[in-house]
DNA sequence: CGACATTTCCTGTCATGACAAGTGGAGTTC
DNA sequence: GAACTCCACTTGTCATGACAGGAAATGTCG
């Protein structure tokens, strides 16, 4: 009971909306009422509700109770960083297949990523990723020496990379995404099951400290017919980013 | 001077921030200091910070002064749903070739994302999109009835498809954008001046009301050495999305 | 001179009180 | 019955005051 009362407040309505107990479209109790639920004042209350419309959950105006926007509680960083992670949020089961882990000189491309100097060591991890026992995924992943070391300290069957990394001390918490298409080299081919030069969805991903310094530039492959990337937007709240797996809505336009 | 307070400072802050006069990395004034410079109390200092903190603006936390975290003041909606208004965003300049202009029944696919029955008229829109004059992108739009014949009042040249819309009354204010990668068909190929089966960065886009009321969907492919997509995620900010053109860095690993 | 303790500053949190402004419904009038 | 007016309710905005907790500067002691 440390937490301070508006994140109580905010986790409870959070909770509520999630559960249904607050469908879309309700009006959610008014800050007098919460007031007297929680024996506060309207600081926390309205605090709490800000964090919310901040997230984007409600809407609502001058006048009106707030309303339920959306059920849908955002979690990005995660999810958008693990594919493990994501993997189980959404209920499917992820797997890999090791194809390799070496210590080697930096190449010119990643020496520019990654901020090291051309020659430096790094560590390179090439992985296929299934869903549900299907490949989805070849990852091709460049560490720094100092994080990529901690790699081979750690059975890289037994779950989360990230997770690993993180609990290690590693600062993960700035990211950035570059998505594109490229035809499947003979490696992509053979991994994923798929004819060479068919379209796959890559992104380029530098993940690193909040104070800009890389620990790893991957370059993953996505089989599109099993995982797309989602961005949904709204004009008068923060967009909210992810994975989509199997078939969503197929509306192909010829 | 009629704007709330909390809005007006929030403001200047944003405008010191982009103008330069606080630099990343420095700490912005105390609140007890922003509380003298416009004779406010805490109330509405903390809440302009706060404003500027879910915007991801700025960073910092208990008994150290607020920093600048990024100079880059987000407006995420309006460029990632107009091609013209992203391209003219980064100082490029947006062009276009109207290949078909129709009134058409809908068939199944279309029907099913824009939320009308199979077969109701719908107004279909074949364009080639440009960026300083160079191919980049096959969009196939499909709007509903009643917004679509807006359309044949509008010349189609002159200017921001959406911005005419919105001028008309249509309320564009939620988008749904997923991604993956197809190979380029023979319309594609012809258009963008590519091989046949090149891989393409597809997105399909839904836009519509905040009620949920689909107004328009989109088959947007793009050509991916000329536009891709980023997402810059931190931890404890909100995501920001956007446009990428032209040469990133092109770091590819093989 | 360096390690440690103290002090000071700053933000986070919360209470109380007050007024402005928008919404919606009840009551009234035509 | 329809349109209008009025009022209760609700949120937005702002002031004042208070205390806790973390960070950094300062002073002190070995």
Tied chains: 1, 2.
Excluded: K
């Amino acid at each position: 009971m440390d937490r301070p009362l508006h994140e109580r407040i905010a986790d409870d309505l959070r909770r509520r909306i999630a559960s249904g107990e607050l469908p879309v479209g309700a009006t959610l109790p008014s800050e007098a009422r919460l007031c007297e639920e929680w024996a506060a004042s309207r600081g926390p209350v309205r605090q709490a509700l800000g964090t919310l419309r901040a997230e984007g959950l409600i809407g609502g105006g001058r006048g009106r109770s707030p309303e339920v926007r959306t059920g849908q509680v955002p979690q990005p960083f995660d999810t958008l960083l693990s594919f493990s992670r994501w993997a189980e949020r959404i209920g499917r089961v992820p797997g890999q297949r090791i194809q390799e882990l070496a210590l080697r000189p930096a190449r010119r491309e990643v020496a520019d990523a990654l901020a090291v100097d051309e020659g430096e060591t790094v560590v390179e991890l090439l992985r296929l990723r299934l869903l549900d026992g299907r490949p989805a995924m070849v990852e091709r992943t460049v560490f720094v020496e100092h994080v990529g070391r901690l790699l081979f300290d750690f059975d890289l069957d037994s779950g989360s990379i990230y997770a690993y990394l993180i609990e290690r001390g590693v600062e993960l918490a700035l990211a950035r995404h570059v998505f594109d298409a490229v035809p499947a080299d003979d490696t992509d081919a053979r991994l994923l099951g798929v004819p060479a030069g068919t379209p796959l969805l890559r992104e380029r991903r530098r993940a690193g400290s909040l104070a800009g310094e890389p620990y790893e530039f991957s370059d993953d492959r996505y089989r599109p017919d099993q995982v797309t990337f989602t961005i949904e937007n709204a004009q008068q709240a923060p967009p909210m980013v992810g994975r989509a797996s199997g078939s969503v809505t197929e509306s192909v336009l010829t």
